[in-house]
């Protein structure tokens, strides 16, 4: 079955730098990757996903990019605040079997 | 649409009780997906549903634990005789199709005392 891989578990930037978090996938067959972020004590929201057949997609100061041949797909986050910070886990599903596999999760720290 | 909505929002039970955890998905959705989290942990994958039919449940424990998803009602993730390592937040998704947006509820946290 699919499995999801996540790194690094936590991160800590400062204020209005980048984040990178990267995960790699062992299914082919998986064509949909979604992003969710999860604040303290809350439900997991989706903030961006990306399928197979695109290779970036942006939304803001969000963008996920995804690597096919090479099994992996990451989140950038440009000009980081405060509000950023909480736990981000990616995920991967394929259509025959659509369940989604999240990674282990990624606890994002914005340092004023 | 008043979105994934779970109860209760938390549960104590004693070793060895029932617990029912309850997922009523968004309006239209006939998908559902339960996950376990640990504190400090990732979302695990217990089980897929559609209505009427368990789809995928290679991540439910094969004892003690059931699911169902009625024609009519909320789904029920069921655990029975608890023990005190069933101690987590359970979160329950929907979608409307699979392979898009789940929509995840708040989350029952159960305590196991």
């Known amino acids: 079955g699919e499995n999801v891989e996540q790194h690094p578990s936590t991160l800590s930037v400062q204020e209005g730098d980048s984040a990178v978090i990267k995960c790699t996938y062992s299914?082919?067959?998986?064509?949909?990757f979604p992003w969710y972020k999860q604040e303290l004590g809350k439900r997991p929201q989706l903030i961006i996903d990306?399928?197979?057949?695109?290779g970036e997609k942006k939304d803001q100061r969000i963008a996920v990019t995804l690597n096919k041949t090479a099994k992996h797909f990451s989140l950038h986050i440009t000009e980081t605040q405060p509000e950023d910070s909480a736990v981000y886990f990616c995920?991967?599903?394929?259509?025959?079997?659509?369940?989604?596999?999240f990674g282990s999760g990624t606890r994002l720290s914005i340092r004023p | 649409n008043a979105g994934v909505m779970q109860n209760p929002r938390h549960l104590v039970r004693r070793r060895g009780q029932e617990a029912r955890l309850r997922c009523s998905p968004m309006?239209?959705?006939?998908?559902v997906y339960w996950y376990r989290q640990l504190p400090e942990e990732g979302l695990k994958f217990m089980v897929y549903?559609?209505?009427?039919?368990?789809?995928?449940e290679s991540g439910m424990p094969k004892e003690r634990f059931s699911a169902e998803f009625p024609k009519e009602g909320p789904s029920i993730l069921r655990i029975q005789q608890v023990v005190r390592g069933d101690s987590a937040a359970y979160f329950c998704?929907?979608?409307?199709?699979?392979?898009?947006?789940?929509?995840f509820g708040q989350g029952t946290r159960l305590t196991v005392v």
């Open positions: 998704a929907s979608s409307d199709v699979p392979n898009t947006e789940a929509f």
């Open positions: 299914d082919s067959a998986s064509n949909y």
């Open positions: 990306i399928r197979s057949n695109v």
């Open positions: 995920a991967a599903s394929d259509s025959s079997a659509s369940k989604i596999i």
């Open positions: 309006k239209g959705h006939s998908h």
């Open positions: 549903l559609q209505k009427e039919n368990i789809i995928d």
